[in-house]
């Protein structure tokens, strides 16, 4: 039977390459994100039985309510659930950092992503589904200019692991991973510039969209008795040592 994928933030990176990883194994997306034009294209060349474009601001929730009361038929019951929609925006100190920023990434990181899980927490029950979603290495090993993109994800991480202790006994399976770096378009989101993208990039080798879309294929495939509870999967170029000290 083929089974039926919501995965936010489908329009660019890791969300793309899950709906790509997850139609080529046979899955049904809905695919959503703002950029309304991506997930048409995406949704032409993979097949529009395959793929449902539903473009929304997940922080719109009367239009995530409208999205989610016009699913066509085939997309209608929904087995996983990706919660990958998010981004960071600056990394000026807490001093210096821009208020809309940070509510920015609180509203799309935190607020879009637990009531969109709430409203799909039913259709989960009743079909056994799982929820698999995307924090950061950035909530559990704080980093200068980290700060509210850093709390936003520690959110993530912890609320997910909640997820699956509220969750126990329904049969819906839980997973929370947590990457390092990825090259995506999320450097450019963060600080405006493709050169400072570029330049964080290079020589990094870091991971790609299509290694976290792996994982989330293959943790959404195993056999509905297992449960993988997180993963936090790093470039080998990256670390998490961070201990500063400033002298007098
Ligand atoms: P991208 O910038 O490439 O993709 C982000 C996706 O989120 C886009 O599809 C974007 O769609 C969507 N999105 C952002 N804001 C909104 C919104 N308000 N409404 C709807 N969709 C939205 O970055 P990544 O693929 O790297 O990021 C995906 C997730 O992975 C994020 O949660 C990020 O925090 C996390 N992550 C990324 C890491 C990295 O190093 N890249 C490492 C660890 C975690 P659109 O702009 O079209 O709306
Ligand atoms: C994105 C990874 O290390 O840039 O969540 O914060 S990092």
Request: glycine letters at 8%.
């Amino acid at each position: 039977m083929t089974r039926t994928a919501f995965v936010t933030g489908a329009t660019a990176g890791i969300g793309e390459a899950t709906v790509r990883t997850l139609v080529a194994s046979g899955w049904r997306c809905i695919a959503t994100g703002r950029r309304k034009e991506r997930l048409e294209a995406l949704a032409e060349e993979l097949g529009a039985d395959k793929v449902h474009a539903a473009a929304f601001d997940v922080r719109d929730i009367e239009a995530m309510e409208a999205v989610l009361a016009a699913l066509p038929e085939p997309f209608a019951g929904i087995d996983l659930l990706v919660n990958n929609a998010g981004l960071a925006r600056g990394l000026a100190p807490a001093q210096e950092a821009s208020l809309d920023d940070w509510q920015t990434m609180i509203d799309t990181n935190v607020t879009a992503m637990v009531v969109l899980t709430r409203k799909l927490l039913p259709t989960l029950i009743e079909r056994k589904g799982a929820i698999i979603a995307i924090g950061s290495v950035a909530g559990n090993y704080v980093y200068p200019g980290g700060n509210v993109y850093a709390g936003s994800k520690a959110f993530a991480n912890h609320f997910t692991l909640a997820l699956r202790a509220d969750l126990h006994g329904t049969g819906v399976r839980v997973t929370s991973i947590e990457p390092g770096m990825v090259e995506t378009e999320f450097t450019l989101v963060r600080t405006g510039s493709q050169d400072a993208s570029d330049d964080l990039y290079r020589g990094a080798n870091p991971m790609t969209g299509q290694d976290i879309a792996d994982m989330i294929k293959w943790v959404a495939e195993l056999p509905p008795h297992l449960n993988i509870n997180r993963l936090e999967p790093m470039p080998v170029n990256q670390d998490f040592a961070g201990f500063r000290v400033a002298r007098e």
